[in-house]
Each structure stands twice: as C-alpha cells, then as structure tokens.
C-alpha cells in the first residue's frame, strides 16, 4: 500500500522507523481538542475565553501510545493549534522531530527546540531518539503479554 505523506520530511522519519523495525503507523487517529478563537466574547457568562472544537491528526504513532508530529517549517498558527491540541490533552503523549531547530521569528530569540522545552514536550533533532524507539518496543511487548495474560485466563474460565 502506498502512502501519500504530506512531506518528504516525514516520508524520511516513516521509512527510518521501519528500518528500525518499530510497530509504526501513519496518520493513526484523529483527536479532537478545544482550539481558542480570538477576538470574540461569550455574553451568557461574559468570558472572552471563547474555545471551538478542533480535530487534529498526530503524523505517526508508535509503540502503543506516542504519537510523533514530524515538523520541518513551524509555521505560526500550527505552533498555536500544538499549543491548544497539548493543554486540551495533558494525557496524550505528543513528540516533535523537527527538521532542523530553527528560528521562530526573523529576531532569532527563540528556536523550535526552546518552543518544546517551554510546553515541557519531548523533541528531537533530525531523528527519533533511540530511546524513544525501545520506549515503543516496550509498549508493544508489555501489550501483548497482557493479551496473552487475558487469553490465559479466559482458557482457564472455559475449561
């Protein structure tokens, strides 16, 4: 089956997850999250802080439950939507590689990499951390030692 992937960047980061031979899916799921509006007040109860709902679907997921967002250029809105998606899920566990750590504005005061240390978000360089690779090997064993548990126990209940 061929993937239409939104960039070369994350063509490049799928086919170094499959060399490395991680459970790896693309484009998995769609989440949904509460995405701020600007400019507009709420008059039942007076609050500017007004939130729509938005959908959003991670690059890759792996192991059982990291989701990874392959960025090469960080555009300004998309920054704010990851700012959004990651305070409506605090539970989700959503990773940056970027491209390169490059500026986020022409002033060159902060980069990619201090934007994900100020959300406390975990984030590489170029390439997923091999760290990040055993983490999801993990997941998959720890998963499927659970279901063999379960089957085990369900043989035990039927015999």
């Known amino acids: 089956m061929k993937i239409d992937f939104a960039s070369h960047f994350e063509e490049e980061i799928y086919g170094k997850l499959k060399k490395a031979d991680v459970c790896v899916e693309y484009e998995p799921e769609t989440l949904d999250y509460k995405r701020r ?13 007004t939130f729509k709902k938005a959908r ?16 090469g250029y960080f555009k300004p809105e998309k920054r704010a ?12 566990d959503l990773r ?7 500026w ?15 959300l406390k978000v975990k984030y590489a360089i170029k390439e997923v951390p091999e760290s990040w690779i055993k983490e999801a090997r993990k997941q998959i064993a720890d998963w499927r030692k659970s279901l ?3 089957q085990d126990s369900a043989s035990r209940v039927h015999t």
């Open 81 to 92: 939507a990851m700012e959004d998606f990651l305070r409506s899920n605090p539970d989700v």
């Open 56 to 71: 959003y679907t991670p690059d890759f997921r792996i192991g059982t439950r990291i989701y990874i967002e392959a960025k």
């Open 148 to 150: 063999q548990e379960l």
């Open 104 to 118: 986020l504005t022409s002033k060159r005061v902060t980069k990619y990499s201090d934007w994900a240390k100020s």
């Open 96 to 102: 940056f590689v970027f491209g390169a750590d490059n």
């Open 37 to 49: 509006t600007r400019k507009t007040y709420c008059g039942d109860y007076g609050s500017k802080k």
